[in-house]
């Protein structure tokens, strides 16, 4: 079975020959291993193209991941401390209150060109008809963060501010206009993400969510579903709450953090939409044996797929992650069986 195949059977449930593996690997896991991790990664075939692709060298770097402090294209100042890995944002180019709003200058709308890098993982376009490939990385409310930060934004979510509705509303615009741009590319589906969840719940109440943040991704969902795509949504934390809209706003494929939910209660929506695991990278993935890696990613994917499909093999690799426990964990992918 081709990778293509693969991929569209898992997440339509249509019984794949196997889960097929999509690699998450941070630029810091390649620039700390270098060519013993590449030895065990090319040893396990991937579906998502990553080998079309070249590493993304660290002069190429966007300001998120680049060490030291740097600023993105919105204005946003970049504290990183690890090359290669996600740093956060200590500079917001929009004061607190928003009170400065109206002299905010947005960005030009990004081009969204086929990527010549990989960046996390690899969102190849047009190279190969045998791969599925996955563009974008579309992300909404830590875009808002972004501008104004975090505690700020929620006062002002609280408050229900003007001005954090011409935010949203502007920022809906922008991401409609950059979609438009990945939309022109030969993609089979596209990627959105937005960390919602803590440890233990949603960030915000789960009404608010539907009220002021739901309607902002049908809209973004609907544009890619028209255009006959797959939504591809990434959010860590425990999400339990907004499990059913994200089901109904059309999410084909949900990467979500398993490991801080009741797994009793997101199995119950196995079935219902595929699933893109996250192996635990708080108590498993550094920590444990080759042995206990391989028994955790069974029972994650008997939790969360069916005999028909519904699990895209992933667990994401960070410096920190030992080798051994890296080919265990490709190991169990290529191994599981129902």
């Known amino acids: 079975m081709k990778s293509r195949e693969r991929v569209e059977r898992a997440i339509k449930f249509m019984k794949p020959d196997r889960p097929p593996i999509s690699h998450a690997i941070l630029p810091s896991a390649q620039y700390n291993y270098g060519e013993r991790l590449s030895g065990i990664i090319n040893s396990f075939h991937e579906d998502f193209g990553w080998h079309l692709l070249p590493d993304l060298p660290p002069d190429k770097l966007p300001p998120l991941y680049k060490f030291g402090k740097h600023f993105d294209d919105w204005g946003t100042g970049w504290w990183v401390t690890v090359e290669g890995r996600c740093g956060i944002p200590i500079v917001y180019p929009i004061k607190p209150d928003l009170s400065d709003y109206d002299d905010f200058k947005w960005p030009e709308i990004f081009s969204a060109g086929v990527p010549k890098y990989r960046l996390y993982s690899g969102h190849m376009s047009g190279h190969s008809d045998e791969y599925y490939a996955r563009g974008a990385w579309i992300i909404f409310f830590e875009q808002m963060q972004q501008l104004v930060g975090f505690e700020n934004l929620l006062v002002a979510l609280t408050l229900q501010t003007p001005e954090v509705y011409r935010l949203r509303d502007d920022l809906l615009k922008f991401n409609l206009a950059w979609l438009d741009k990945w939309l022109e590319n030969d993609y089979q589906g596209l990627h959105f993400a937005d960390d919602w969840g803590s440890q233990d719940n949603l960030l915000i109440p789960p009404d608010l969510w539907r009220s002021f943040f739901k309607p902002v991704y049908r809209e973004m969902f609907s544009k890619v579903k028209n255009h006959g795509l797959d939504v591809w949504f990434h959010s860590d934390g425990n999400i339990l709450e907004i499990m059913p809209d994200i089901i109904e706003l059309g999410v084909d494929v949900i990467n979500c953090q398993a490991s801080v939910m009741d797994i009793n209660e997101l199995k119950r929506y196995a079935g219902e939409i595929a699933f893109r695991t996250d192996i635990d ?39 920190d992650v030992p080798l051994e426990n890296i080919k265990a964990m490709y190991e169990a992918f290529t191994e599981f069986k129902w």
């Open 281 to 319: 990278r708080q108590k498993v993935l550094p920590f444990v044996s080759p042995h206990e890696v391989k028994e955790y990613v069974s029972g994650l994917f008997h939790n969360l797929g069916t005999p028909d499909g519904g699990i895209v093999a992933c667990g994401e690799i960070s410096e």
